[in-house]
DNA sequence: AAGAAAGGCAACCATATAGTTGCCTTATCA
DNA sequence: TGATAAGGCAACTATATGGTTGCCTTTCTT
């Protein structure tokens, strides 16, 4: 059993982190943590970009699932999707301490009289 | 006292999510997750790609602060710096989680009157 | 010492990406 | 009902990016 993520997993994961790696998204992911839903020209607004680039980017977020829209009138609000977050933060929280699990088996090998490794 | 981080420190968190936004260097993270330091032809056999490409994500995760190289002979190894992806994990869960304090927050304000809706 | 193994460096190419401008549609409101 | 506000859609440009090939240097091995 193998330790890594197929290749579907790596993919996807690798798309929410792309998602992410541009500081006008991630400045976007920031404003919407607080929960509420916003349109798109208040999440314009001291961006310093125009609407259509602020467009792009949302989209962009929305592609990777980080954010969800959702058209109400004549505007179009956008809000966080907190699981997507939470499992690339778990992701990343797996592969830091994949060292640590190694360093646990490794031990337990060395001790090898009784306990069980768990999982 | 604002929730946001100032502009260096998302151009940072971004600078890493960027780096782990492709999925050639993100497989590549995953096999250092082992803990241990691999050399360049190690990295690229099975990774379909020339050593000159691998060398290149190399860099650019070495760029981002998530590997650190070392030469030693004629060879250079390639660790994982635990610490980057540990505070990036941080950073998502963070973020993530912004929101349920809001829903807190909101919690107990109606909870001063009323029973809190399911959602 | 000679060949092989590991890798650095640079040039080059194709495509993806970030950003713009221009224009059209649909709501809202006075 | 006419102006204005919000935003979708498309075309276009410049630069960044992922990947390659070619070649040179250094280190190990026999």
Known sequence: MSHHLNNDAVASAAAVFAALGDPTRLA????LSDGRAHSIVQLTSGIGLTR?????HLSALEAAGIVASKRTGRETHFSIERQTLENSAAYLARVSRQWDETLGRL???LAKTETPPKT
Do not use: D, I, W, Y
């Open 52 to 56: 259509q680039g602020v467009t792009k």
């Open 28 to 31: 976007l992911v920031e404003r």
């Open 107 to 109: 031990e337990s090998l």
